[in-house]
Nanobody, 124 residues
Framework: QVQLVESGGGLVQTGGSLRLSCAAS????????MGWFRQVPGKEREFVAV???????YYDDSVKGRFTIARENAKNTVYLQMNSLKPEDTAVYYC??????????????????WGQGTQVTVSS
């Protein structure tokens, strides 16, 4: 069973920054895509960003230019650097591991394993 453990969430003011981390127990980690999704109460979980095994990255339009996803294969860890945070970024953030097909890379059902989630709150 693959375990994903997120960290780095918290409370920040509008315009601030946070860095989320997700450590995976799966090896070889580099063979998988790692994604970040987020969810607010009453809404569907939504795609934020993904980095493929090729290191190609994809972002939702709402976070392009503000968020950066990166991976460190030697540490089995993926990061999400979040800058210029807005109140609408408030959500529980989840990391996910999988091998999504390119045409469905934003589809949460393409990912096999999920972390427990970490809360990000941006105050106005």
């Amino acid at each position: 069973q693959v375990q994903l453990v997120e960290s780095g969430g918290g409370l920040v003011q509008t315009g601030g920054s946070l860095r989320l981390s997700c450590a995976a127990s799966e090896r070889p980690f580099s063979n998988y895509a790692m994604g970040w999704f987020r969810q607010v109460p009453g809404k569907e979980r939504e795609f934020v960003a993904v980095i493929r095994y090729s290191d190609h990255t994809y972002y939702d339009d709402s976070v392009k230019g503000r968020f950066t996803i990166a991976r460190e294969n030697a540490k089995n860890t993926v990061y999400l650097q979040m800058n210029s945070l807005k109140p609408e970024d408030t959500a529980v953030y989840y990391c996910a591991l999988g091998r999504p097909i390119l045409s469905a890379i934003t589809d949460q059902h393409q990912y096999y394993y999920w972390g427990q989630g970490t809360q990000v709150t941006v105050s106005s």
